[in-house]
């Protein structure tokens, strides 16, 4: 895979990187506690803080420190009491990171698996994770990206654009953030507009004609008042596989797009202004055979066997038909055995769409800090909206046997205030309130052999309303620089209503299948991977001459 980076400075290219991408070890310098965020900044991994101060070496010979927000408050990595594994956009960068997935390599105790559908990342620290992806579910893994609490992973792993830092937190996470999580959290801070012109351009090729192009460009609209941060990223990638009909499963199409809007009107009042876009229309994923079970728990009329034999323009009563219909499915249960793993044999029927897998998922946040005489004050306002439609062809065969149709729309809405007084000497206070609204429809067709069984055209449908409301709080005091003692207290109230409109649709079972149809009759053929049922053949042949 190549990989072209050009940077841009005031009014001209500053570099030109083209080389091979690979993950190497790095070693670079933490940004001094203190200083400002550049738009690129220089840092290392900071592990847990028992590892080895020996290792984060400033760059004169002294012990460096890396500013992180893991208590909601900038602060040295090295003095936070709690498990934390820093990365930053140096590490970023350098280990070749384009995907969240590859976070856990640099985290440890975090695992992080990639799901089939929507470009979900599922997040498991110490074990800890989600049971399911449903809206009446959270998950035990918090996601904050610029404070703000994203409660569904839809698109997280096709966002990860232009980050500035990622603080995997470990354990419990409930007095300082927004909503509660058992496992741990997820703190992501994107690289914010600064004063001054930059950008830069990254470009990648590599196989299955795989094409990526990230964008980003800082413009200072008025000097040190306002500022302005585009990015943007568009990513396709041909298919690992085919089906049946020649359509591409496994590609990649996702279009990313971030702005950022800030302002500090006086030097006690800033406010930073955000708007995300992710876009996906991908084809979904191959699936594959790996069990042989049709005869003992799929043989009878109304089952898989009944609705192949019905596909076939056989009996689905009959026993005959029904082995027949049973070698027609071993054919293509064969060919995944001897090897085909990538190319499948899915042929959705006449009255249904193929594969697909698509997702839009955005979002607005405003962040207001005023610092007062005596403390600060922060407001973070957001308000997030997710649309998730596919289908899967789960037989993995040309027969219409599972082929469920899911959809999600989501509406969440959350606001949070903090006021806090910290300078790292005597008490340093904080106290928050959360308010969260989350509103949605899950909606799933799922249409289970039944050319057979119209008792089996279910719908699975759900309205939710999810809200949660905390208060919270705490004191930290310093009796000399190497004690300190810590409290916090928390109240949180979380309430859920489910609108459940379960029901079968006989409306929705697809239309019978005429004998020997020749659509149906080409899917035996050897040119789609199995040898031919030797009477479908012929029958089809005697159809068509007719």
Not at 298 to 324: E, Y
Not at 338 to 350: A, I, Q, R
Request: proline share 5%; aromatic share 8%.
């Amino acid at each position: 895979m190549r990989d072209l980076t050009c940077a841009m400075g005031p009014g001209r290219l500053r570099s030109a990187l083209l080389g091979f991408a690979a993950i190497l070890p790095c070693e670079a310098y933490a940004q001094q506690a203190g200083t400002p965020a550049p738009p690129m900044p220089a840092a290392r991994v900071a592990e847990e803080p028992a590892s080895d101060p020996a290792l984060q070496q400033a760059p004169d010979g002294g012990i460096a420190d890396i500013v992180v927000t893991a208590r909601r408050s900038s602060e040295s990595a090295q003095r936070v009491p709690i498990a934390i594994t820093t990365v930053t956009a140096q590490n970023l960068t350098q280990l070749t990171v384009r995907d969240i997935i590859d976070i856990q390599k640099v985290a440890p105790g975090l695992t992080i698996s990639s799901q089939n559908t929507g470009a979900r990342a599922k997040l498991t620290i110490r074990g800890q994770s989600e049971a399911d992806s449903r809206l009446t579910t959270d998950s035990s893994v918090g996601i904050y990206v610029d404070g703000v609490n994203l409660l569904r992973d839809y698109g997280l792993r096709s966002s990860l654009v232009d980050i500035a830092q990622i603080e995997v937190l470990k354990g419990p996470q409930g007095t300082l953030f927004g909503k509660n999580t058992t496992g741990g959290a997820l703190n992501i801070t994107t690289q914010h507009p600064v004063y001054e012109w930059g950008g830069y351009v990254d470009l990648v090729y590599g196989s299955y004609n795989n094409a990526q192009a990230l964008a980003v460009l800082n413009a200072p609209l008025v000097d040190d008042r306002l500022a302005l941060r585009l990015v943007g990223q568009v990513i396709t990638r041909e298919g690992y596989g085919r089906q049946g009909n020649g359509q591409d499963v496994g590609d990649d199409n996702v279009w990313t797009g971030r702005a950022l809007l800030r302002a500090d009107p006086t030097d006690a009042v800033h406010i930073l202004l955000s708007g995300d876009y992710v876009r996906q229309r991908n084809n979904g994923t191959n699936t594959i055979l790996t069990n042989d079970s049709m005869l003992q728990n799929q043989n009878s009329a109304t089952g898989a066997l009944g609705a192949i034999a019905k596909q076939l323009g056989l009996n689905p009563a009959s026993a005959a038909d029904r082995l027949t219909a049973y070698q027609a499915w071993r054919v293509y249960y064969d060919r995944y055995r001897s090897g085909s793993f990538y190319d499948g044999f899915s042929v959705p029927p006449p009255d249904a769409p193929s594969s697909y897998d698509d997702i839009d998922h955005y979002g607005f946040s405003g962040t207001l800090e005023v610092e007062l005489a005596w403390a600060k004050l922060k407001s973070i306002s957001s308000y997030r909206r997710l649309i998730r439609t596919n289908s899967v062809d789960n037989d993995a065969t040309p027969f219409d046997l599972l082929s469920p149709y899911p959809t999600t729309h989501q509406r969440n809405l959350s606001q949070e205030l903090q006021l806090s007084a910290i300078d790292g000497a005597g008490l340093d206070w904080q106290l928050g309130l959360f308010w969260n609204r989350e509103t949605g429809n899950e909606n799933s067709v799922s249409n289970n052999n039944n050319y057979v069984n119209t008792t089996r055209a279910v719908v699975t449908e759900g309205d939710i309303e999810n809200s949660s409301k905390a208060a919270y709080g705490q004191a930290v005091y310093h009796f000399t620089s190497r004690f300190r003692m810590t409290g916090g207290i928390r109240y949180t109230s979380d309430k859920r209503v489910l609108d459940s409109k379960n029901r079968v649709d006989p409306t929705l079972a697809f239309s019978p299948i005429l004998a020997f149809t020749p659509g149906r009759c080409n899917l035996l053929t050897p040119a789609l991977g199995g040898r031919s049922i030797r009477t479908a053949p012929i029958a089809c042949r005697r159809r068509r001459a007719r």
